[in-house]
């Protein structure tokens, strides 16, 4: 299993922006998909954005849709999600997550169980 290590959350005013980073200690991330999850208090886990061990295939919540954007770096063992034009609805916290599976860009929530290392959480609060 990986170690992940997440940075970059925070306090942000609605409209505004936030890069979180998730880095994979002592590793890359070669062969692995990554994942992004969140979950707000009293809800269920949400996927958010996962994407390809090759970055070819990569899917996006509806609710995060053309605000959000995962992007990796193999060979700096990092992935990110930059999101944009936050909203309250945001506030969760945020979970990468690696698996060495083959993932196909279908819904990212459905593969949530096939990622077996997970960061710690970074905490994102979207409040004026």
């Known amino acids: 299993q990986l170690k992940l290590v997440e940075s970059g959350g925070g306090l942000v005013q609605p409209g505004g922006s936030l890069r979180l980073s998730c880095a994979a200690e002592d590793s890359t991330l070669e062969g692995y998909a990554i994942g992004w999850f969140r979950q707000a208090p009293g809800k269920e886990r949400e996927g958010v954005s996962c994407?390809?061990?090759?970055?070819?295939?990569?899917d996006v919540a509806a609710s995060v849709k053309g605000r959000f954007t995962v992007s990796r770096d193999n060979a700096r063992g990092t992935t990110y999600l930059q999101m944009n034009n936050l909203k309250a609805d945001d506030t969760a916290t945020y979970y990468c997550?690696?698996?060495?599976?083959?993932?196909?860009?279908?819904?990212?929530?459905?593969?949530?169980?096939?990622?077996?290392?997970w960061g710690q959480g970074a905490q994102v609060i979207v409040s004026s």
């Open positions: 994407i390809s061990n090759s970055g070819a295939w990569l």
């Open positions: 997550a690696a698996g060495a599976v083959p993932y196909d860009g279908t819904e990212c929530g459905r593969w949530s169980k096939l990622f077996t290392s």
